[in-house]
Nanobody
């Protein structure tokens, strides 16, 4: 019943920008913890950005100042704006929902619903 669908990935040159979208159905993004994760080939899936109504948004150190997570409650969509992209940002990006108000643990295991992922490739 809860479904997340990512879009907006693509290939860009280093220094470029992309905005990822996560369309959510089955529940309201304004009432639950939402997050973006990424996974590069041969690496573990890692949290990129998280948001809830209590602590606002939190970011991994590697993307602070470059990525911005936002929510459009009217569209029930979560976004990840990515600026000043680097080759090390290359990965499959996933939208995830914890289905709770407070994000709490930011581990992969804490999130129960995942999108299919969207590929981001940064060339240099």
């Amino acid at each position: 019943q809860v479904k997340l669908v990512e879009s907006g990935g693509g290939s860009v040159q280093a220094g470029g920008s992309l905005r990822l979208s996560c369309a959510v159905s089955g529940y309201s993004v304004s009432s639950k913890c939402m997050a973006w994760f990424r996974q590069a080939p041969g690496k573990e899936r890692e949290g990129v950005a998280f948001t809830d109504i209590y602590r606002g948004t939190r970011y991994a150190d590697s993307v602070k100042g470059r990525f911005t997570l936002s929510r459009d409650n009217a569209k029930n969509t979560v976004y990840l704006a990515m600026n000043s992209l680097k080759p090390e940002d290359t990965a499959m990006y996933f939208c995830a929902a914890r289905l709770s108000v407070n994000c709490g643990s930011l581990s992969v295991a804490a999130f129960s619903v995942w999108g299919q992922g969207t590929q981001v490739i940064v060339s240099s």
